[in-house]
């Protein structure tokens, strides 16, 4: 079975490269050092310290291996996938709330660099995937834990 492409822009592959550099070198050295110190304080049935820092280590190791995979299936966008007519990953979309008549620009991004606080919202979320393909102008309806919110797209650039 194929494994899924990961979406990124040239600015979120520098973030992912830099987060493994950073596992890779410092991270693992400094949770090696706290195992270590850990040992150091005799028997390891009963030590909370050494606990902890195998589980940081399991953690740090299993964030590298997906890294990894993330990076090797990486298909980076250096403008929207689109015409520019149209939402596209890589857009930059200015959204009316139709309800509360507030605009907000969100940037369209693959899942790995989505971050909603940074209006940075995946191509594959329920808002994303009801925008890929609207012009300037359209409505899109998204069903939402409370019911239906609704969007009008106000402007579109790269």
């Known amino acids: 079975m194929p494994e899924k ?4 822009t040239p600015e979120g592959l520098r973030n992912l490269e830099a ?20 040992i150091e304080f ?13 589980n940081e280590q399991a ?5 590298v291996a ?19 007519d149209t939402v596209a990953v890589g857009s930059r979309v200015v959204l009316r709330d139709l309800d509360g008549g507030d605009e907000e620009e969100y940037t369209i991004v ?12 995946s191509n ?9 393909g609207k012009a300037v102008g359209s409505i899109v309806e998204v069903a939402v834990p409370l019911g239906t919110v609704r969007y009008q797209v106000v402007s579109i650039a790269k």
């Open 42 to 54: 005799g028997d390891i049935t009963d030590n909370s310290e050494y606990e902890d820092a195998k």
């Open 110 to 121: 693959g899942s790995a660099e989505a971050n909603p606080m940074k209006k940075r919202i």
């Open 59 to 63: 953690f740090v190791e299993g964030r």
């Open 5 to 8: 492409e990961v979406i990124l």
């Open 19 to 38: 987060e493994l550099e950073y596992l890779r070198t410092t991270k693992r050295r400094e949770v090696a050092a706290r195992i270590k110190q850990a």
């Open 124 to 132: 594959e979320s329920p808002v994303g995937k009801a925008l890929l």
């Open 66 to 84: 997906l890294l990894e995979k993330m990076l090797r299936n990486a298909v980076v966008i250096s403008e929207p996938t689109g015409n520019g």
